[in-house]
């Protein structure tokens, strides 16, 4: 039997007759938590907050309440501003997807209890482009909470005042990345800012301090008031608090999102047990564990995994694939990252190169173009790559394509940088006999499945 | 300091009650003002971090990161306090990450290194990068030579190319506006001259189109970078993107001989450098001069220098008899304009003296008119120009060195030349010295000049009038001669002889020189330009203290002086 | 030159209010109304034309420039039109081991977009149907997964693409009656 899920966010998601209706949420003690919340100091909420030891769920695992202390509201003078981060753009990951299609009225309580405690009166909600639905429910169900008075001014006679908008990306990834979300909001190309001077909490939204979370963060934070930041550090793990909604995609007999509490479940058990197994029967061969950004991990790998003792000491344990616990720091042992929670699986008739090719020409086409070496450096990988698969490999250019991803990787404006050279790094040390195999233009891997059917 | 200009930025000039931090630089610990930016604080120790989109002057953008350098801050124990060494040092954290210099500022205790390994590994990389879609096409680029790419490719680059696939094709040949042309090949968009546009010229037209690779700058269709100010984005482009349409494929920088001096197309007196080859001058570029232009210069005051090689110039001395022009010798005609001037009673000579002449041409000017004067003043009076002041360098004034003719006593303004016409009509003045002014030009028509019993003109190019001279002297341009000139806010500022006078024209301070002796002025023989500004600031109180070497090549301050004397 | 008065199509009152509507939105800044109102032009007009980036510009108090500087930025905001049936293939990792280049491929064929007028962009002849890879949809569970116009598609499969078909060409057949 698989392990059971632990549903805190998709609670209602997928129950039968659960709507996006704002009567249905009523009925299912929606606003409530919105009522404590507004009774309380906002000092109180960002320090539950902090106890509650959440981190942000949007690919970095910032902790929320540090975030949200990094406002000195004593000194500052200038508006606050709240921005959701809808913009679910990291391949393999569609969480946010089904809180926003399904329970949208969760994002927006949890948005005006964290706007209140951040002192907030203007938030937007930045939703990609694709969301063209997901936006209009939003929008329906913000109408409603207007209406409500869980909206507007003198919310719920508080003397709160908080107005959310939506805002519609336009198919652009790099919009998820928190700078450049907000350029995206100004109303201009979304060139990621440099840091510093330009910290959001700082110099944010208009030059104003502004709060960046996800919305599955922003979710949490709802539970958090609910419960108690002490209850809720109850669940998962010490470092690693709260549920997490796991996406799977790929090679899996049931692809789908499984919430689970950090730590709760290991990689074998969500892949095998959850997921029903590798398709066809086929063998596991790699996972990217965090959305496609995350370096891949190798099936058959061990891995060296600091553990803590009972007596505060840490030992180092090997551990496979297959037992990692899935949680934040766990998967960050490895060399990887939990991310945004996009885990994608291949199986043992992928071709790794083929893969990587896919993912360098999603990073190619998302450079946002502003800095030299992502700009240049991910359109000379997916050229290096498009080469390689259609038989134009050398011996040296897997040794190449590192160095490229090498002269990238921490040497950006953004994230961005890490995000198209750590898939190069780890496919290319992971899996460099396919590569080399390839370049040599060896025969061997043609049981391996072309993965695009370019006839072209 | 208080450029004419204001720059939104000014990244090199710390704030003055900046005070001085301690930072580690490449391992000496160096004073520097906090929160300068860390290129400058390593200029100043005569070190260099290559960078392409920084410039001080404009925001900072941090794209093109070049400038990385590793960053390490004070290691602090628990008491918030930094950690020793057994030398009593502070012991240094390093960050992993490089950081930009461009956009870091100085800190206390903030350690700096621009050539570690890291820091090398970062340059290649980055140089790598840009040429990978870079033409290559330096030998028929107009930036060679002073181009970045290619001066950073040898200094930091690898020297080799390891990319074999195909380059991003974009456009090229782009009309940028009406004097520029732009290679989107050749960019490397760091987006300077769109900040320049944006925060300087305040021209919102150019723009980056497209994303990742395949950006490319473009101007808004239908719309053209025409700004007074839109070739200063040549000088500052980094490579051979943008080129000026006057100054392409004309000559090889390399081959160009650079003069110090200043522009003369207005009051502002910008200061640039004169590049000429073979007596030719092939342009006008920007110099740096915190007090005046910055770094910039506007388009009319660059292009507006190619009179000074046109066909209608006069370049030898020449009388006319019977409307023909007879060429003479210099000693011919010198005496010859010497003796009429001392034939005609002082109240009968007027001068028109241009507000283009330098100081020293002005002070022999004023030095001839007291001589003949003999204690009677004699009429003179100067052209004025009036143009419109942009808010940014042009001045209203388009002469360049008004302050210089009314300090040093030279006309009236302008107010006067009414009454010089009338009085030439009315034959109380007889004998007229234009020097580098066409009477026509202010009404003073053939008519009118007809009148005279003796006119000499000594300039450039003539007027239509110029057949009533009776005798010509062939002057030089402002790139021919030295001296000085006073600017719009009191500056004296330098021009340096960059070619020869053509033909057999003269620099006008040797004509003045020459004939001052002729009209009997002996005690005193000006060999170079440097004794008559001597003997200018010994007669001249405005002048006074000052000689010809302290006046440097930024210039010397002079307002305060202008100021009590009520020309400022 | 003034496009809103030489070449801008007839705008409607209603268009004219939701614009207004949507820039309320950004007390701020007008600038951040930007990017919706690209969308809304584009919803009205299929494709946002150099008269629509003007219109825009002047609205806001923007140079032109600044707004095709984010019209092209933006891969939803296109500068020309395409098909009136427009279908955004996912290619990303988890679809494309879905087999969404097998989809596409197929799409390509049925709807004979015969025309490539971008990079992974295809129209065909008449001009009704258009074809083009976009990237991850987040909706990897759901691979290979796919847009008609705004709606999502989840699970594609060759027989989901006929069903599709058949019904917009009945729907089209009604139109015609
Ligand atoms: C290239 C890039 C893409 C990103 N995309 C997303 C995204 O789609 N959604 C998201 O919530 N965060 C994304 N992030 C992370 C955000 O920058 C930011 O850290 C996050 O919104 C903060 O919210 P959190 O603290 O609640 O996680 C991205 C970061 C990078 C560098
Ligand atoms: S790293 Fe890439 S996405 Fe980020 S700013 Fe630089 S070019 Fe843009
Ligand atoms: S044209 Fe020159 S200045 Fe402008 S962005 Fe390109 S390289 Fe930079
Ligand atoms: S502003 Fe005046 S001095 Fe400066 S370049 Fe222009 S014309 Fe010459
Ligand atoms: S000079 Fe370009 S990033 Fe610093
Ligand atoms: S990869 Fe296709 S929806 Fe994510």
Same mark, same amino acid.
């Given at each position: 039997?698989?392990?059971?899920?632990?549903?805190?966010?998709?609670?209602?998601?997928?129950?039968?007759?659960?709507?996006?209706?704002i009567? #249905?949420?009523?009925?299912?003690?929606?606003?409530?938590?919105?009522?404590?919340?507004?009774?309380?100091?906002?000092?109180?909420?960002?320090?539950?907050?902090?106890?509650?030891?959440?981190?942000?769920?949007?690919?970095?695992?910032?902790?929320?309440?540090v975030?949200?202390?990094?406002?000195?509201?004593?000194?500052?003078?200038?508006?606050?501003?709240?921005?959701?981060?809808?913009?679910?753009s990291?391949?393999?990951?569609?969480?946010?997807?089904?809180?926003?299609?399904?329970?949208?009225?969760?994002? /927006?309580?949890?948005?005006?209890?964290?706007?209140?405690?951040?002192?907030?009166?203007?938030?937007?909600?930045y939703?990609?482009?694709?969301?063209?639905?997901?936006?209009?429910?939003?929008?329906?169900?913000?109408?409603?909470?207007?209406?409500?008075?869980?909206?507007?001014?003198?919310?719920?006679?508080?003397?709160?005042?908080?107005?959310?908008?939506?805002?519609?990306?336009?198919?652009?990834?790099? #919009?998820?990345?928190?700078?450049?979300?907000?350029?995206?909001?100004?109303?201009?190309?979304?060139?990621?800012? /440099?840091?510093?001077?330009?910290?959001?909490?700082?110099?944010?939204?208009?030059?104003?301090?502004?709060?960046?979370?996800?919305?599955?963060?922003?979710?949490?934070?709802?539970? /958090?008031?609910?419960?108690?930041?002490?209850?809720?550090?109850?669940?998962?793990?010490?470092?690693?608090?709260?549920?997490?909604?796991? #996406?799977?995609?790929?090679?899996?007999?049931?692809?789908?999102?499984?919430?689970?509490?950090?730590?709760?479940?290991?990689?074998?058990?969500?892949?095998?047990?959850?997921?029903?197994?590798?398709?066809?029967?086929?063998?596991?061969?790699?996972?990217?564990?965090g959305?496609?950004?995350?370096?891949?991990?190798?099936?058959?790998?061990?891995?060296?995994?600091?553990?803590?003792?009972?007596?505060?000491?840490?030992? /180092?344990?090997?551990?496979?694939?297959?037992?990692?616990?899935?949680?934040?720091?766990?998967?960050a042992?490895t060399?990887?990252?939990?991310?945004?929670?996009?885990?994608?699986?291949?199986?043992?008739?992928?071709?790794?190169?083929?893969?990587?090719?896919?993912?360098?020409?999603?990073?190619?086409?998302?450079?946002?173009?502003?800095?030299?070496?992502?700009?240049?450096?991910?359109?000379?990988?997916?050229?290096?790559?498009?080469?390689?698969?259609?038989?134009?490999?050398?011996?040296?250019?897997?040794?190449?394509?590192?160095?490229?991803?090498?002269?990238?990787?921490?040497?950006?404006?953004?994230?961005?940088?890490?995000?198209?050279?750590?898939?190069?790094?780890?496919?290319?040390?992971?899996f460099?006999?396919?590569?080399?195999?390839?370049?040599?233009?060896?025969?061997?891997?043609?049981?391996?499945?072309?993965?695009?059917?370019?006839?072209? | 300091?208080?450029?004419?200009?204001?720059?939104?930025?000014?990244?090199?000039?710390?704030?003055?009650?900046?005070?001085?931090?301690?930072?580690?630089?490449?391992?000496?610990?160096?004073?520097?003002?906090?929160?300068?930016?860390?290129?400058?604080?390593?200029?100043?120790?005569?070190?260099?971090? $290559?960078?392409?989109?920084?410039?001080?002057?404009?925001?900072?953008?941090?794209?093109?990161?070049?400038?990385?350098?590793?960053?390490?801050?004070?290691?602090?124990?628990?008491?918030?306090? $930094?950690?020793?060494?057994?030398? @009593?040092?502070?012991?240094?954290?390093?960050?992993?990450?490089?950081?930009?210099?461009?956009?870091?500022?100085?800190?206390?205790?903030?350690?700096?290194?621009?050539?570690?390994?890291?820091?090398?590994?970062?340059?290649?990389?980055?140089?790598?990068?840009?040429?990978?879609?870079?033409?290559?096409?330096?030998?028929?680029?107009?930036?060679?030579?002073?181009?970045?790419?290619?001066e950073?490719?040898?200094?930091?680059g690898?020297g080799?190319?390891?990319?074999?696939?195909?380059?991003?094709?974009?456009?090229?040949?782009?009309?940028?506006?009406?004097?520029?042309?732009?290679?989107?090949?050749?960019?490397?968009?760091?987006?300077?001259?769109?900040?320049?546009?944006?925060?300087?010229?305040?021209?919102?037209?150019i723009?980056?189109?497209?994303?990742?690779?395949?950006?490319?700058?473009?101007?808004?269709?239908?719309?053209?970078?025409?700004?007074?100010y839109?070739?200063?984005?040549?000088?500052?482009?980094?490579?051979?993107?943008?080129?000026?349409?006057?100054?392409?494929?004309?000559?090889?920088?390399?081959?160009?001989?650079?003069?110090?001096?200043?522009?003369? @197309?207005?009051?502002?007196?910008?200061n640039?450098?004169?590049?000429?080859?073979?007596?030719?001058?092939?342009?006008?570029?920007?110099?740096?001069?915190?007090?005046?232009?910055?770094?910039?210069?506007?388009?009319?005051?660059?292009?507006?220098?190619?009179?000074?090689?046109?066909?209608?110039?006069?370049?030898?001395?020449?009388?006319?008899?019977?409307?023909?022009?007879?060429?003479?010798?210099?000693?011919?005609?010198?005496?010859?304009?010497?003796?009429?001037?001392?034939?005609?009673?002082?109240?009968?000579?007027?001068?028109?003296?241009?507000?283009?002449?330098?100081?020293?041409?002005?002070?022999?000017?004023?030095?001839?008119?007291?001589?003949?004067g003999?204690?009677?003043?004699?009429?003179?009076?100067?052209?004025?120009?009036?143009?419109?002041?942009?808010?940014?360098?042009?001045?209203a004034?388009?002469?360049p060195?008004?302050?210089?003719?009314?300090?040093?006593?030279?006309?009236?303004?302008?107010?006067?030349?009414?009454?010089?016409?009338?009085?030439?009509?009315?034959?109380?003045?007889?004998?007229?010295?234009?020097?580098?002014?066409? $009477?026509?030009?202010?009404?003073?028509?053939?008519?009118?000049?007809?009148?005279?019993?003796?006119?000499?003109?000594?300039?450039?190019?003539?007027?239509?009038?110029?057949?009533?001279?009776?005798?010509?002297l062939?002057?030089?341009?402002?790139?021919?001669?030295s001296?000085?000139?006073?600017?719009?806010?009191?500056?004296?500022?330098?021009?340096?002889?960059?070619?020869?006078? $053509?033909?057999?024209?003269?620099e006008?301070?040797?004509?003045?020189?020459?004939?001052?002796?002729?009209?009997?002025?002996?005690?005193?023989?000006?060999?170079?330009?440097?004794?008559?500004?001597?003997?200018?600031?010994?007669?001249?109180?405005?002048?006074?203290?000052?000689?010809?070497?302290t006046?440097?090549?930024?210039g010397?301050?002079?307002?305060?002086?202008?100021?009590?004397?009520?020309?400022? | +030159?003034?496009?809103?008065?030489?070449?801008l199509?007839?705008?409607?009152?209603?268009?004219?209010?939701?614009?207004?509507?949507?820039?309320?939105?950004?007390?701020?800044?007008?600038?951040?109304?930007?990017?919706?109102?690209?969308?809304?032009?584009?919803?009205?007009?299929?494709?946002?034309?150099?008269?629509?980036?003007?219109?825009i510009?002047?609205?806001?108090?923007?140079?032109?420039?600044?707004?095709?500087?984010?019209?092209?930025?933006? =891969? +939803?905001?296109?500068?020309?039109?395409?098909?009136h049936?427009?279908?955004?293939?996912?290619?990303?990792?988890?679809?494309?081991?879905?087999?969404?280049?097998?989809?596409?491929?197929?799409?390509?064929?049925?709807?004979?977009?015969?025309?490539?007028?971008?990079?992974?962009?295809?129209?065909?002849?008449?001009?009704?149907?258009?074809?083009?890879?976009?990237?991850?949809?987040?909706?990897c569970?759901?691979? =290979?997964?796919? +847009?008609?116009?705004?709606?999502?598609?989840?699970?594609v499969?060759?027989?989901?693409?006929?069903?599709?078909?058949?019904?917009?060409?009945?729907?089209?057949?009604?139109?015609?009656?």
């Open positions: 039997m698989a392990k059971a899920e632990y549903r805190l966010i998709l609670k209602h998601a997928d129950e039968p007759g659960y709507t996006v209706d009567d #249905c949420y009523l009925s299912h003690g929606g606003y409530q938590v919105l009522k404590k919340a507004l009774a309380m100091p906002p000092d109180q909420i960002i320090q539950e907050v902090k106890i509650s030891g959440l981190r942000g769920r949007g690919g970095a695992g910032f902790p929320t309440g975030k949200w202390g990094f406002i000195n509201h004593e000194k500052n003078t200038k508006p606050v501003y709240l921005l959701c981060n809808a913009d679910e990291e391949p393999g990951t569609f969480k946010d997807r089904q809180i926003i299609y399904k329970d949208p009225h969760q994002l /927006i309580e949890g948005m005006v209890i964290s706007a209140y405690a951040n002192r907030a009166h203007l938030a937007y909600i939703i990609r482009g694709e969301f063209a639905k997901g936006a209009e429910i939003l929008e329906k169900a913000l109408a409603e909470a207007r209406e409500r008075n869980f909206l507007g001014k003198n919310i719920l006679g508080s003397g709160y005042e908080l107005e959310i908008y939506v805002f519609r990306g336009a198919g652009a990834y790099i #919009c998820g990345e928190e700078t450049g979300l907000i350029e995206s909001l100004e109303g201009k190309r979304a060139y990621p800012r /440099i840091k510093p001077p330009y910290f959001p909490a700082v110099l944010g939204l208009y030059m104003c301090p502004t709060i960046v979370n996800n919305v599955e963060t922003l979710c949490h934070v709802k539970h /958090i008031v609910e419960m108690g930041g002490a209850e809720y550090a109850r669940i998962g793990t010490p470092n690693n608090t709260g549920t997490r909604i796991w #996406c799977v995609s790929g090679d899996v007999n049931k692809p789908g999102y499984y919430e689970y509490p950090c730590g709760a479940i290991t990689f074998g058990e969500l892949l095998y047990e959850v997921c029903g197994g590798i398709r066809n029967g086929n063998k596991l061969k790699a996972v990217i564990p959305g496609s950004s995350a370096k891949v991990l190798r099936a058959d790998k061990k891995y060296k995994i600091p553990k803590k003792k009972e007596d505060g000491s840490t030992e /180092i344990v090997e551990m496979g694939l297959e037992d990692i616990p899935l949680d934040f720091d766990t998967v042992a060399g990887s990252m939990s991310g945004s929670g996009g885990i994608i699986v291949m199986d043992h008739t992928r071709d790794m190169v083929e893969c990587l090719r896919n993912i360098a020409e999603f990073y190619a086409h998302e450079s946002c173009g502003q800095c030299t070496p992502c700009r240049e450096g991910s359109l000379w990988m997916k050229k290096m790559l498009d080469r390689i698969c259609t038989g134009g490999g050398r011996p040296e250019d897997s040794k190449l394509l590192l160095e490229v991803a090498n002269h990238i990787a921490g040497r950006t404006i953004c994230a961005f940088g890490e995000a198209c050279s750590w898939p190069v790094q780890s496919f290319v040390e992971m460099g006999e396919e590569f080399e195999a390839k370049q040599r233009k060896e025969s061997s891997l043609e049981i391996l499945e072309p993965l695009t059917n370019r006839t072209a | 300091m208080s450029a004419l200009i204001k720059n939104p930025f000014n990244h090199d000039l710390p704030p003055l009650e900046a005070p001085l931090v301690n930072v580690q630089l490449d391992g000496q610990w160096v004073k520097v003002p906090k929160g300068l930016n860390i290129i400058e604080v390593a200029k100043r120790f005569g070190k260099f971090i $290559p960078h392409y989109c920084y410039h001080p002057k404009l925001s900072i953008a941090g794209n093109c990161r070049m400038c990385l350098f590793e960053m390490g801050m004070p290691k602090l124990d628990a008491n918030r306090k $930094p950690v020793v060494d057994a030398e @009593e040092r502070p012991v240094i954290n390093w960050l992993p990450r490089p950081q930009i210099a461009c956009a870091t500022q100085a800190t206390e205790g903030m350690a700096i290194r621009t050539n570690s390994k890291l820091v090398k590994d970062c340059q290649e990389g980055v140089m790598e990068f840009l040429l990978i879609n870079h033409p290559l096409d330096c030998p028929i680029c107009d930036q060679a030579g002073e181009c970045r790419l290619q950073y490719a040898y200094d930091f690898k080799r190319s390891r990319f074999v696939e195909e380059k991003v094709k974009k456009p090229k040949r782009v009309d940028f506006g009406p004097r520029i042309i732009l290679d989107d090949e050749r960019c490397i968009l760091c987006s300077r001259c769109i900040r320049f546009a944006r925060e300087i010229a305040k021209q919102d037209v723009g980056f189109v497209n994303r990742g690779s395949y950006s490319t700058l473009t101007v808004y269709p239908g719309r053209v970078f025409d700004s007074n839109s070739l200063n984005t040549v000088d500052i482009c980094p490579v051979g993107a943008l080129t000026s349409k006057d100054f392409r494929f004309k000559m090889r920088v390399w081959f160009l001989r650079e003069a110090k001096s200043i522009c003369t @197309e207005c009051a502002t007196g910008c640039i450098i004169i590049g000429s080859r073979e007596n030719i001058v092939y342009r006008l570029t920007p110099r740096v001069n915190e007090e005046v232009n910055s770094h910039w210069m506007c388009d009319q005051g660059r292009l507006g220098f190619h009179y000074i090689h046109s066909k209608k110039r006069v370049t030898e001395p020449a009388s006319h008899l019977n409307g023909s022009l007879f060429p003479l010798e210099w000693s011919e005609a010198l005496r010859t304009v010497a003796q009429k001037l001392m034939e005609f009673p002082p109240s009968e000579i007027a001068f028109l003296v241009s507000a283009r002449l330098t100081c020293e041409e002005l002070y022999l000017v004023k030095k001839l008119m007291e001589t003949l003999k204690g009677t003043e004699i009429f003179s009076e100067i052209i004025p120009r009036k143009g419109v002041a942009d808010g940014l360098l042009r001045s004034d388009l002469n060195n008004t302050k210089g003719a009314i300090g040093i006593g030279i006309g009236k303004e302008g107010r006067r030349i009414e009454e010089l016409k009338n009085k030439i009509r009315a034959k109380e003045i007889n004998c007229l010295f234009a020097i580098h002014e066409n $009477p026509e030009e202010v009404g003073i028509q053939e008519d009118i000049l007809s009148s005279l019993s003796f006119y000499v003109w000594q300039g450039l190019i003539p007027g239509p009038a110029v057949h009533k001279a009776n005798i010509l062939a002057g030089a341009s402002f790139a021919e001669k001296g000085t000139m006073i600017n719009i806010a009191g500056r004296l500022q330098k021009l340096h002889k960059a070619i020869l006078c $053509p033909g057999r024209a003269r006008d301070w040797r004509i003045l020189r020459d004939l001052l002796l002729l009209v009997g002025v002996k005690e005193r023989v000006f060999e170079k330009i440097n004794d008559v500004f001597d003997a200018m600031s010994k007669e001249i109180d405005l002048f006074e203290s000052l000689s010809w070497n006046v440097g090549d930024l010397i301050d002079l307002s305060q002086k202008l100021k009590n004397r009520s020309i400022l | +030159m003034n496009a809103t008065e030489k070449d199509p007839q705008l409607e009152e209603s268009f004219i209010e939701e614009a207004e509507r949507i820039i309320s939105q950004y007390p701020v800044s007008k600038r951040s109304a930007s990017l919706p109102l690209l969308h809304l032009w584009q919803r009205h007009f299929g494709f946002v034309s150099p008269q629509g980036v003007q219109w510009a002047e609205k806001l108090d923007l140079e032109p420039i600044a707004v095709e500087e984010i019209a092209t930025f933006y =891969p +939803m905001i296109r500068q020309r039109p395409l098909g049936y427009q279908f955004k293939v996912c290619r990303t990792l988890s679809c494309a081991l879905a087999g969404s280049y097998e989809i596409f491929e197929y799409i390509k064929k049925s709807c004979k977009t015969v025309n490539e007028v971008g990079h992974h962009v295809y129209v065909s002849e008449d001009g009704k149907f258009s074809v083009e890879f976009v990237e991850c949809l987040a909706a569970g759901n691979a =290979p997964v796919m +847009m008609l116009n705004e709606e999502e598609w989840m699970d499969t060759q027989t989901k693409i006929d069903a599709i078909l058949n019904h917009l060409i009945r729907e089209k057949r009604k139109e015609e009656f």
